[in-house]
Each structure stands twice: as structure tokens, then as C-alpha cells.
């Protein structure tokens, strides 16, 4: 039988797609700004009590080569990040319970973009954050290295999209119950960031821990920021925390596409 | 416009495997007004779901605007707009922030959308609304945002799952008035679900009944009526007459029915055009010496041709 065809939208463009979800998500800041000033003044409260801490403990010695603040704050990025990221379901689980979720799996964007955008909307605010403790620091004698740090943003990015579309994921698997993906994403989340040397030096614990963070990517993600918010740019661990983030990104992409498609909401 | 071969879904609900849909054929052609009736759980939502490329088929296929729904899911997409059963709008959002979102992803300019959300704000009453974050809208409000959210591409093709629901009748017209113009300014061709028989009686032109994921009746609400149940004629009598009134009466039509009635014995028979009829076999039953206490004929209703069709009625499933 001729069936005939209306006229279709537009055509648009993975990244067009990725920026409308993107901004559709940061609207809900824009239109409330205040809910963002808890999570700026997080990293800072880590910051602050953390780093004296660090300092009495090493005495400020070889342990973190050099300053610890230097040490401990791309470590704090880290830790932001992943808080950040992996909460990019919570709203989710929201909008898959309203309905809202379905109406938008309704339309022609990409099944990426749904994951990325959300994912960059939960980096945007990480940014002003890294900004905010940055200059914090500076007066305490951390030294800003620009560049580095702007490279170490975009490993962190394509990293924190990865744990998004995991967290994505695991929304939608944990439609039914909301505490299943609290539960499931705080046993996961806490692990990996202690695993991965980001809070206290692993170099002092005991060898097992070393051994099973060598499986973390988040591993390898801390040490590249590490090497380069100490500015430099020659060090192999940079490449190792690149590849780590990629594949990351990869895996988080493809399992979250394939829960997007399987889903019976 | 769409056309589908034993399209069929089931779902596992741990251990127990629910069909939900068991094998539609449909043709829906341009410009058509579909309306799919049945009580809940018949089926429909997961019909539309396959139809618009949400859920994949188990079984079967589907073909919709001119593109199959599983080998090109996305291309779907650009061609339809649905409104689906649940709240489609983000309680997060403002009214007038996700109309303009949904024009954006549709592929929209920014100026296109904001003309075409202007309207539907216009249209379906929620002008004074744009600015209200969407978790405090009333119940029909947001099912009037829902509505425009689907709308605001203008697609070729509809699908909307229980539209009205929710809605007062003031508003229940004005979403029709606006379906039924923009219907006439582009041809659109519209799928919807209903639990209202009136609605679908009244405006659809073509009814689908779906009953335990299968389509039981699929016609004009007019052929449906008149093939399925037809008009009945109901008369009164009293008790010492009834049996002299059962076979006169009876013979006036087909499918005598009987009742008790406070003043007496209701008859009720089933005749063609039953008002027209009436006065004659009311003249007839009293030249036959009859006293006819109270007469009525009634049309059929939707209600009667599914009734008629499974043994059950619409209304009782209704909540
Ligand atoms: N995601 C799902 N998982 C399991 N079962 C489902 C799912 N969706 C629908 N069903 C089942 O499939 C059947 C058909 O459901 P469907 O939602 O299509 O009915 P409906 O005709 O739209 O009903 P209503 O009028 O209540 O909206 C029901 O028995 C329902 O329980
Ligand atoms: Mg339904």
C-alpha cells in the first residue's frame, strides 16, 4: 500500500541536539540560581578541612611531592566531578516517573545526546566550582597553571559523561524504586573515590589496595590531573588518564544507549 | 499513513508473561480521524507506543508516515507528534521554557518556536500560565501544556493518548475546536485513545474497539451502532397486559427484551429508526385495545455496541 509521508522536522546535528538538552537541563539553574550555592561552597568546605589535615599528617613532606594543597586540590576536582556526574540520573528518575521522559524520548533527538547533555549540564556548574577553589587556593600557595588545568577540565568532561550515562542507566533500571539508585550509586561512588587515591595517598596503605586501584580508571583520571595541575604536560600518566576517560566515556555511552532502547516504561 | 501487520507486544512481569497487544492489522489513511476505545488495559497505550516507535514489537511490524518503526525508529520520530498518557511536561520547567525547548528539539529556530508556542498558548488557554513552573499547574492545565508540547511542530501525523482526560467540558471543547481546525488548515492525520464514548462518538469518524489486545470492531460510530446494537423501542404496560402486549409488540421488532417497571412491565424491542417508527406501533398497540403506559426509543450509544460485542460494558471498567 502507498503510504504517504508528512512532512518531517528538521534535521539536526548530534551536537545541536546535545546543546538543546544541555540548556534545557541548566534552565532549571538559570531560573533558580540560589540551588547552586550549596554546591559551590562544597568543594571549598572539602578544601578547608581536608587539606590541614593532609598538611599535619605529611608534615607537608615527599609523600605528595611538594605542597599538599597542590596535591589534594585536583583531587577535590575530582571528587566534584564525580559527585556531580553521578547524581545525573536522580533528576531522571523524576522526569521518567511524571512522564516527561517519554515525551522527549518521543522526539527526534539523539539517543547520545539525551546522556551527554545531561551529563554537561551536571560538568557546568564544576567549572565555576574549579574557578571558585582555584582562586581560593592561590593565596595559600598553590600555583595556577592555566592551560594544564583547562586540558585537565576536558579529560575530567569526557570522564564525567562516561559516569553519566552510567548513572543514566542505571536510572532507568532502577525506575521502579528510587532508593535502589541512591543505594546502588553511593555503594559504587565511595569506593571508587577512596580506590583511586583521591582523598589520602595510597602509596601508605596496605598493597591489596594498591593492586585493585590499578583496575579503577578513576585511578588514572586522578593521577593525569594530578601531574597536570602541577603543570606539566610531559608525564605518560596524562595519556593513561585520557585513554582511561575515553573508554569510560565509551562504555557509559554504549550501556546507557542500550537501556534507553530496551526500556518498557 | 500507517499500516501495520499483526503488530504484537508482550511483557514479562517476573515470572508471568502479559500479551498486551495480540496481533493488529490497521490502515489508517491520510487525513484520517482515528479513534482506538477500550476499556483499561485493552491495549492502547502499547499499540501507540509501538506506533510511534517508544517500544519495539515482539512480533510483527509496523509502518508509519512511510517509514517502518523498527529498522528506522528515528526517522519516525521527525514525522509524528504524541501526547502520551502521562504528564508530558517537566514539573522542573516553566510553561513557556519547555514549549520553547520542544520546538527546539523538533528542529525549530528559536523564532519559530517562540511563534508557534505563542499560539498554542493562545489557543489552549494557558496565556496567563507561560511563567508558572509546570508543578503548579492544576491537573487539566498541564494536560492543556501537554497538548500544546505535541502540537508545536505542527506534525503530519498525531498520536494522543487520552487527550481530554482531566479536562473540564469548557475545556474539553476548546482542545477539540483546536484539533478539529488544525485538522482542516493541514490534514493532519490523527490517532487518538479515549475512555469518553461521547467523544468518540462525536468526533471521531472511524472507531476502533480494542479489547484484550485485539481489535473486536473497527467502522463509522454510525455503521458500529447500527450493526452492533441498533435502535430499541420501549414500551410500558400494565401487568394483566403484558402477555397480549409481548406478542403483539414483539413482532414490531427483533431481540424482545423485558423488564419490570414501577407501572408495570417494561417491553423493549429492537426496531430501525426507532423515533419514526414509534408513533405507528403506538397507534397499532392501542387499535389492538392496549394501553400503552410510557414509550421511549433510544439510540444506541458506543457503550451498547461493546456490550453487545463482549458481554461487558465500557462504563462499569470506567474509574
Ligand atoms: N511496561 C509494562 N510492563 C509490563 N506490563 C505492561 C507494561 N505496559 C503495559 N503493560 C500491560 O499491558 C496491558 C495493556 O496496557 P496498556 O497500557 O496498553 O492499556 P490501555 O489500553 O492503554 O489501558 P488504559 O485505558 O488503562 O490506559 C496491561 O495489562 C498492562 O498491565
Ligand atoms: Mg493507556
Known amino acids: ?265 | 499513513m500507517i499500516h501495520t501487520e499483526s503488530l504484537a507486544r508482550t511483557f514479562r512481569v517476573g515470572k508471568e508473561t502479559v500479551e498486551a497487544v495480540r496481533g493488529i492489522d490497521l490502515d489508517v489513511a491520510e487525513g484520517e480521524l482515528v479513534a482506538f476505545l477500550g476499556p483499561n488495559g485493552a491495549g492502547k497505550s502499547t499499540t501507540l507506543r509501538m506506533l510511534t516507535s517508544l517500544l519495539p514489537p515482539t512480533s510483527g511490524s509496523a509502518t508509519v508516515a512511510g517509514v517502518d518503526v523498527v529498522a528506522n525508529p528515528a526517522e519516525v520520530r521527525r514525522r509524528i507528534g504524541y501526547i502520551g498518557q502521562k504528564d508530558g511536561a517537566g514539573h522542573n520547567y516553566r510553561v513557556r521554557d519547555e514549549l520553547l525547548m520542544q520546538g527546539r528539539f523538533y528542529g525549530m529556530s528559536r523564532a519559530e518556536a517562540a511563534e508557534s508556542g505563542e499560539e498554542l498558548l493562545r489557543t489552549l488557554d494557558l496565556e496567563a500560565l507561560r511563567m508558572r513552573k509546570v508543578s503548579s499547574l492544576s491537573g487539566g492545565q498541564k494536560r492543556r501544556l501537554d497538548i500544546a508540547l505535541g502540537l508545536i511542530h505542527a506534525p503530519g501525523l498525531l498520536f494522543l493518548d487520552e487527550p481530554s482526560t482531566g479536562m473540564d467540558p469548557q475545556n474539553r471543547a476548546n482542545l477539540w475546536d483546536h484539533i478539529m481546525r488544525i485538522r482542516e488548515q493541514r490534514g493532519t492525520t490523527i490517532v487518538l485513545t479515549t475512555h469518553y464514548l461521547d467523544e468518540a462518538d462525536a468526533m471521531a469518524e472511524r472507531v476502533v474497539i480494542i479489547d484484550h489486545g485485539r481489535i473486536i470492531a473497527d467502522d463509522t460510530a454510525e455503521t458500529l451502532k447500527a450493526k452492533q446494537a441498533g435502535d430499541r423501542l420501549t414500551v410500558v404496560v400494565r401487568p394483566d397486559q403484558a402477555a397480549a402486549a409481548r406478542a403483539l409488540f414483539g413482532a414490531e421488532g427483533s431481540d424482545l427484551e423485558e423488564r419490570p417497571d414501577d407501572d408495570g412491565v417494561a417491553l423493549s424491542v429492537r426496531v430501525d429508526a426507532a423515533s419514526h417508527a414509534m408513533p405507528g406501533v403506538l397507534a397499532r398497540l392501542r387499535d389492538a385495545g392496549l394501553d400503552v403506559v410510557a414509550a421511549a426509543a433510544r439510540r444506541p450509544t458506543l457503550d451498547d455496541v461493546f456490550l453487545n460485542l463482549t458481554g461487558r460494558s465500557l462504563r462499569e471498567g470506567e474509574s
Open chain 1, 1 to 265: 500500500m502507498a503510504v504517504l509521508a508528512p512532512p518531517a522536522s528538521v534535521r539536526t546535528s548530534v551536537l545541536t541536539d546535545i546543546g538543546h538538552v544541555w540548556w534545557r537541563e541548566t534552565l532549571t539553574i538559570v531560573r533558580d540560581p540560589f540551588s547552586l550555592i550549596f554546591s559551590l561552597l562544597q568543594p571549598l568546605v572539602f578544601l578547608g578541612l581536608f587539606g590541614p589535615l593532609l598538611a599535619g599528617l605529611a608534615g607537608d613532606g615527599a609523600l605528595f611531592g611538594g605542597s599538599s594543597l597542590q596535591w589534594f586540590l585536583p583531587g577535590v576536582v575530582v571528587m566534584i566531578t564525580m559527585f556531580g556526574t553521578s547524581m545525573t540520573g536522580a533528576n531522571l528518575q523524576f522526569e521518567i516517573m511524571t512522564g516527561a521522559f517519554e515525551r522527549i524520548l518521543a522526539t527526534p533527538l539523539s539517543r547520545a545526546s539525551l546522556m551527554i547533555g545531561r551529563a554537561l549540564k551536571e560538568l557546568t556548574p564544576l567549572v565555576v566550582q574549579a574557578a571558585i577553589i582555584t582562586l581560593v587556593a592561590i593565596p595559600f600557595g598553590f600555583v595556577l597553571h592555566p592551560l594544564h588545568v583547562v586540558v585537565g577540565l576536558l579529560i575530567l568532561g569526557v570522564f564525567g559523561v562516561g559516569v553519566g550515562a552510567l548513572s543514566y542507566a542505571l536510572a532507568i533500571a532502577a525506575r521502579k524504586s528510587e532508593w535502589i539508585f541512591w543505594a546502588v550509586q553511593q555503594a559504587l561512588l565511595f569506593p571508587l573515590l577512596i580506590l583511586s587515591g583521591m582523598m589520602l595517598p595510597l602509596e601508605t596503605g596496605p598493597g591489596w589496595m594498591q593492586v585493585v586501584s590499578r583496575f579503577n580508571p578513576l585511578t588514572y583520571v586522578v593521577d593525569a590531573e594530578r601531574v597536570l595541575f602541577a603543570g606539566s604536560f610531559d608525564d605518560v600518566r596524562i595519556l593513561w588518564g585520557l585513554v582511561a576517560a575515553l573508554v569510560t566515556a565509551a562504555i557509559g555511552l554504549w550501556v546507557g544507549i542500550r537501556s534507553i532502547r530496551r526500556a518498557t516504561m
